[in-house]
């Protein structure tokens, strides 16, 4: 789809209007406003005279968050991205090189400021003066210092950005360090959007929002929008019922694992990983890491993935109902039993090292 200024009508690369007001209210109703919303968010991402242009940064990075953008196989989303912005800068994706791409990026940067999203993708590193990575000759950290002020909001992209990830391993050699430390005290909006990588859609989805209302969703106090990183993992696992009942796999290819067990003991970190993996899925396939048989190793969790054992036990915030109860606030006298029956699958064979004393109160500290 080509909406260039021409407007929304215009049906090419096989979306049609409706396909893409489709996606917009789906968009909407998953970041929990009402699904009327949708035609709002399709008319102010496809009426601005100008798509709001987007320079793309990378650091200390695999690429894995562009290329998960963009080869996602569900209809139209990479159009969507490259058709409701004005991608002007991005090495993986520029056909422009070398000094013209660098122009370029100036050039933009100059015309649109205040009013450009600058996307980071990747970590930055700190030690000997940002050597470590280098864009034209240029720390990536010098880039980012001088091109932040002069965007209207950063949206830090992937584990790496958002909170070191894999760079920052230990013993963080380089000095990798998260887009939003660099930019501490200086005032600039900064989004985090953690994953490795993270789903196309929680950045889409960012991206409308802010397209559509000229603000940047409710952020968590780990400036996550709070639509896609409000819930654990563990709280809307397809296994969960399994957990509850203490049914696990103890092996990869027992018996429990066959049957579609609880992924608990190989180590899934769902129960301390705050995303929404378990209900929005991954490509046209809805697969995700637990739902093919592989634990969730906390890739997108700050101090659980790349830092902890890949296959040690997770260590529960926080002990939730499971979603097959009607609320999370039990009626008068239902309380104990509810939280008995939620404890059962971790009394059965797990051990809980940390859980919080009362429903909510854990949310309340996460939010
Ligand atoms: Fe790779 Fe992105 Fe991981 Fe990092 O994703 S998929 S190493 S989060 O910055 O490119
Ligand atoms: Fe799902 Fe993992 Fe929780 Fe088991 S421990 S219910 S596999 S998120
Ligand atoms: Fe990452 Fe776990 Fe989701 S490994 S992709 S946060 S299921």
Redesign the pocket.
Known sequence: MRCNDSGFDQISNGVSRRDFLKVCTATAVYMGLPASFGPKIAEAATAAKKRPPVIWLSGQECTGCTESLVRTSHPTLEHLILDLIALDYSETLNTGAGHQAEEFRAKSIEENKGKFILVCEGSIPVKDGGVYCKVAGVPVLDILKETAPKAAAVIAIGSCATWGGVPSSGPNPTGATPVYKILEGTGIPVINIPGCPPNGYNFLSTVLYYVTFKKLPELDKKLRPKFAYGR???EN????P??DAGRFAEQFGDEGHRKGY???KLG????ETFNNC?TLRFNDMGTWP?NIGH??FGCSEEGVGFTAPLHSP?RPLYITPPTQFASATPEKGKGASALAAAAA?AAIGVGVVAVGTSLGKKDKEES
């Not at 696992?237 to 969960?240: A, I, K, Q, V």
Request: proline residues 9%; charged residues 20%; hydrophobic residues 25%.
């Open positions: 654990l993992i563990h696992c397809e296994r969960r399994h957990f609880c992924l608990y899934c970190k769902g129960p378990s637990v634990p969730c997770a699958g």
